[in-house]
């Protein structure tokens, strides 16, 4: 998507215009106070020490000193402006931003997102944007020397031209550069956000020397892009200076030459040497932070096409809460890259009230399958339907209230055991005791409770990242209890007795038959034959396609041995 009017970056960048515009005013007023020690300077060459006038002298000091103070509370005021811009920017565009990365986990650019705009908005309220702001004073100044003398001028406008070249030269030459240097650098951190989640099993697998090993040779990658950028721009930087120093020392040597033929005054001497420092002084900071203003536009670019992006999905129309019919229609999901299909042509129904156990060989598909029917992903081919609405035509998160989830990795994060299960809507400012009475709901409906309540402080007990501070099998009875938090219509558990023991695995049995019995649609994938009590239909995935699929008495005889098909019927529904 191109930037446009809709642009969610423009949009919040609008929101600070106003921030921005008054920056710019008291630029203005800054650049004009920045006069007061060059006429401060005529003044005192060219009529206090003539005269010898100690009174004039006194108050032209106390007229500078008034003015240096204004210019100074000016400049502090425009930076605590630009200050407050990135703190309104911050609160326009950090929660889209964190809910598109949430919502697009797989782009590319969406774990560098948050640093992409961390280094947009510092770039916004830093160095660079103070050079930006006072960078068009250039002309201003180069007519002032003129004023002075035209050979002054002429010197300024040399000036003028040879130092906005240099920086013209330096983005050429400097933009390719931190463009790689960006990319490795998105690859690196990804890695070790990576290596570091899975640092107890890097540790005890021996991996950690290779896998230092392999993230220094990224880093290496990046070290010399960044290296060839920052020559490159050093290079320009010190062809700036040398510019604007001889520029500057031979504004002074004409200056003299000028009075020694009485064409200006000794006072003009100083004067223009002041004025053509001060008129390229921010160009030559712009080639200083050329590089963050690089990488700031770059990060701009991600940004706008990422929130672009997310911003262009228009909001649904809100449907009634599900009963749980669940329909897969001709699905086909791709792998990454689109070489090959995990699923294929994948068709089945399921009625409100059936509990359906997903079983096949490792690598069938059945966790894409499971993920598919929470609309964790989209399919490539195909539609998922629940009560008769496509998944892409419900709002994920009105949606995901009604829909109970448990991924094979658990998936718990840090803070407290109650506020997992209750998939932190405490946050979202939802009523502390309905919250607390539906986490108690749903640690008893997964016979959970009195587990919890033995860690130490309860359901206050508190996780680490990654949801450590829990062994395997207590981390996936939680993470069973929060798929059935809000009583859902839905229930897709993904291998959910993989670490329990045998009361677990009773636990689980009987949570399966009471959402049975309540009507709930309940779809496990697992391994185990300990949940088949309460299942009533079996699918059979074979390599990313349907084997069998029918009523549990039926399939279960043609997939496993005979002394293991002697399984009770499931319950009946009462009521």
Known sequence: MSPGSDSPMRAALAQCRRHFAAAAVFSALLNLLYLAPTLYMLQVYDRVVPTRGGQTL??????????????????????????????????????????????????????????????????????????????????????????????????????????????????????PRLDQAQAIAARTYAAQDAALSSAEAVRALGMRRALVARQQRERDAMLVAQTEA????????????????????????????????????????????????????????????????????????????????????????????????????????????????????ISVSILPGEVVAVVGASGAGKSTLARLLVGAIRPDRGIVRLDGADLADWDPERLARHLGYLPQDTALFAGTVAQNIARFAGDLGEDRATIDAAVIAAADAVGARDLIQRLPHGFD??????????????????????????????????????????????????????????????????????????????????????????PRDEILPRITPPKLRATPAPPAIHG
């Open 230 to 345: 920052g020559l490159a721009g050093g290079s320009y930087l010190t062809a700036t200076k040398f510019t604007r120093l001889a520029l500057q020392s031979l504004a002074l040597g004409l200056g003299a030459l000028l009075a020694i033929d009485d064409m200006i005054s000794a006072g003009a001497i100083f004067a223009a040497s002041f004025l053509i420092a001060r008129a390229l002084a921010p160009i030559e900071q712009l080639v200083a932070t050329w590089r963050s203003i690089a990488q700031a536009r770059s990060s701009y670019a991600r940004l706008d096409t990422m929130l672009g992006q997310a911003h262009a999905q228009p909001s649904p129309t809100t449907l009634p809460p599900p009963r749980g019919a669940l329909a897969v229609e001709g699905v086909t999901v791709l792998a990454p890259g689109g070489d090959r299909a995990v699923l294929t042509n």
């Open 58 to 175: 006194l108050f032209l000091t106390l007229v500078l000193l008034f003015a240096l103070l204004t210019l100074a509370l000016l400049d502090r005021t425009r930076t605590r402006l630009l200050t407050r811009a990135g703190v309104a920017l911050d609160a326009a565009v950090a929660p889209h931003l964190l809910d598109a990365t949430l919502g697009r986990p797989e782009a590319p650019e969406a774990r560098q997102a948050l640093r992409d705009f961390d280094q947009f908005r510092a770039t916004l309220t830093g160095p660079a944007m103070l050079a930006l702001f006072d960078a068009p004073w250039l002309p201003f100044y180069i007519l002032v020397c003129f004023v002075v003398h035209p050979w002054i001028g002429a010197v300024a406008l040399l000036g003028g031209i040879a130092l906005p070249l240099i920086a013209l030269a330096n983005e050429r030459a400097t933009r």
């Open 461 to 550: 007990h508190r996780l680490s990242l990654g949801g450590r501070g829990v062994s395997a099998g207590q981390a996936q009875r939680i993470a069973l209890a929060r798929a059935l938090y809000g009583d859902p219509a839905l229930l897709v558990l993904d291998e959910p007795n993989a670490h329990l023991d045998s009361d677990g695995d009773a636990a689980l049995v009987a949570a399966l038959t009471r959402a049975r019995q309540a009507g709930r649609t309940v779809v496990v994938v697992s391994h185990k034959l300990s949940i088949l009590p309460a299942v009533d239909k079996l699918l059979v995935l074979r390599d990313g396609r349907v084997d069998l699929y029918g």
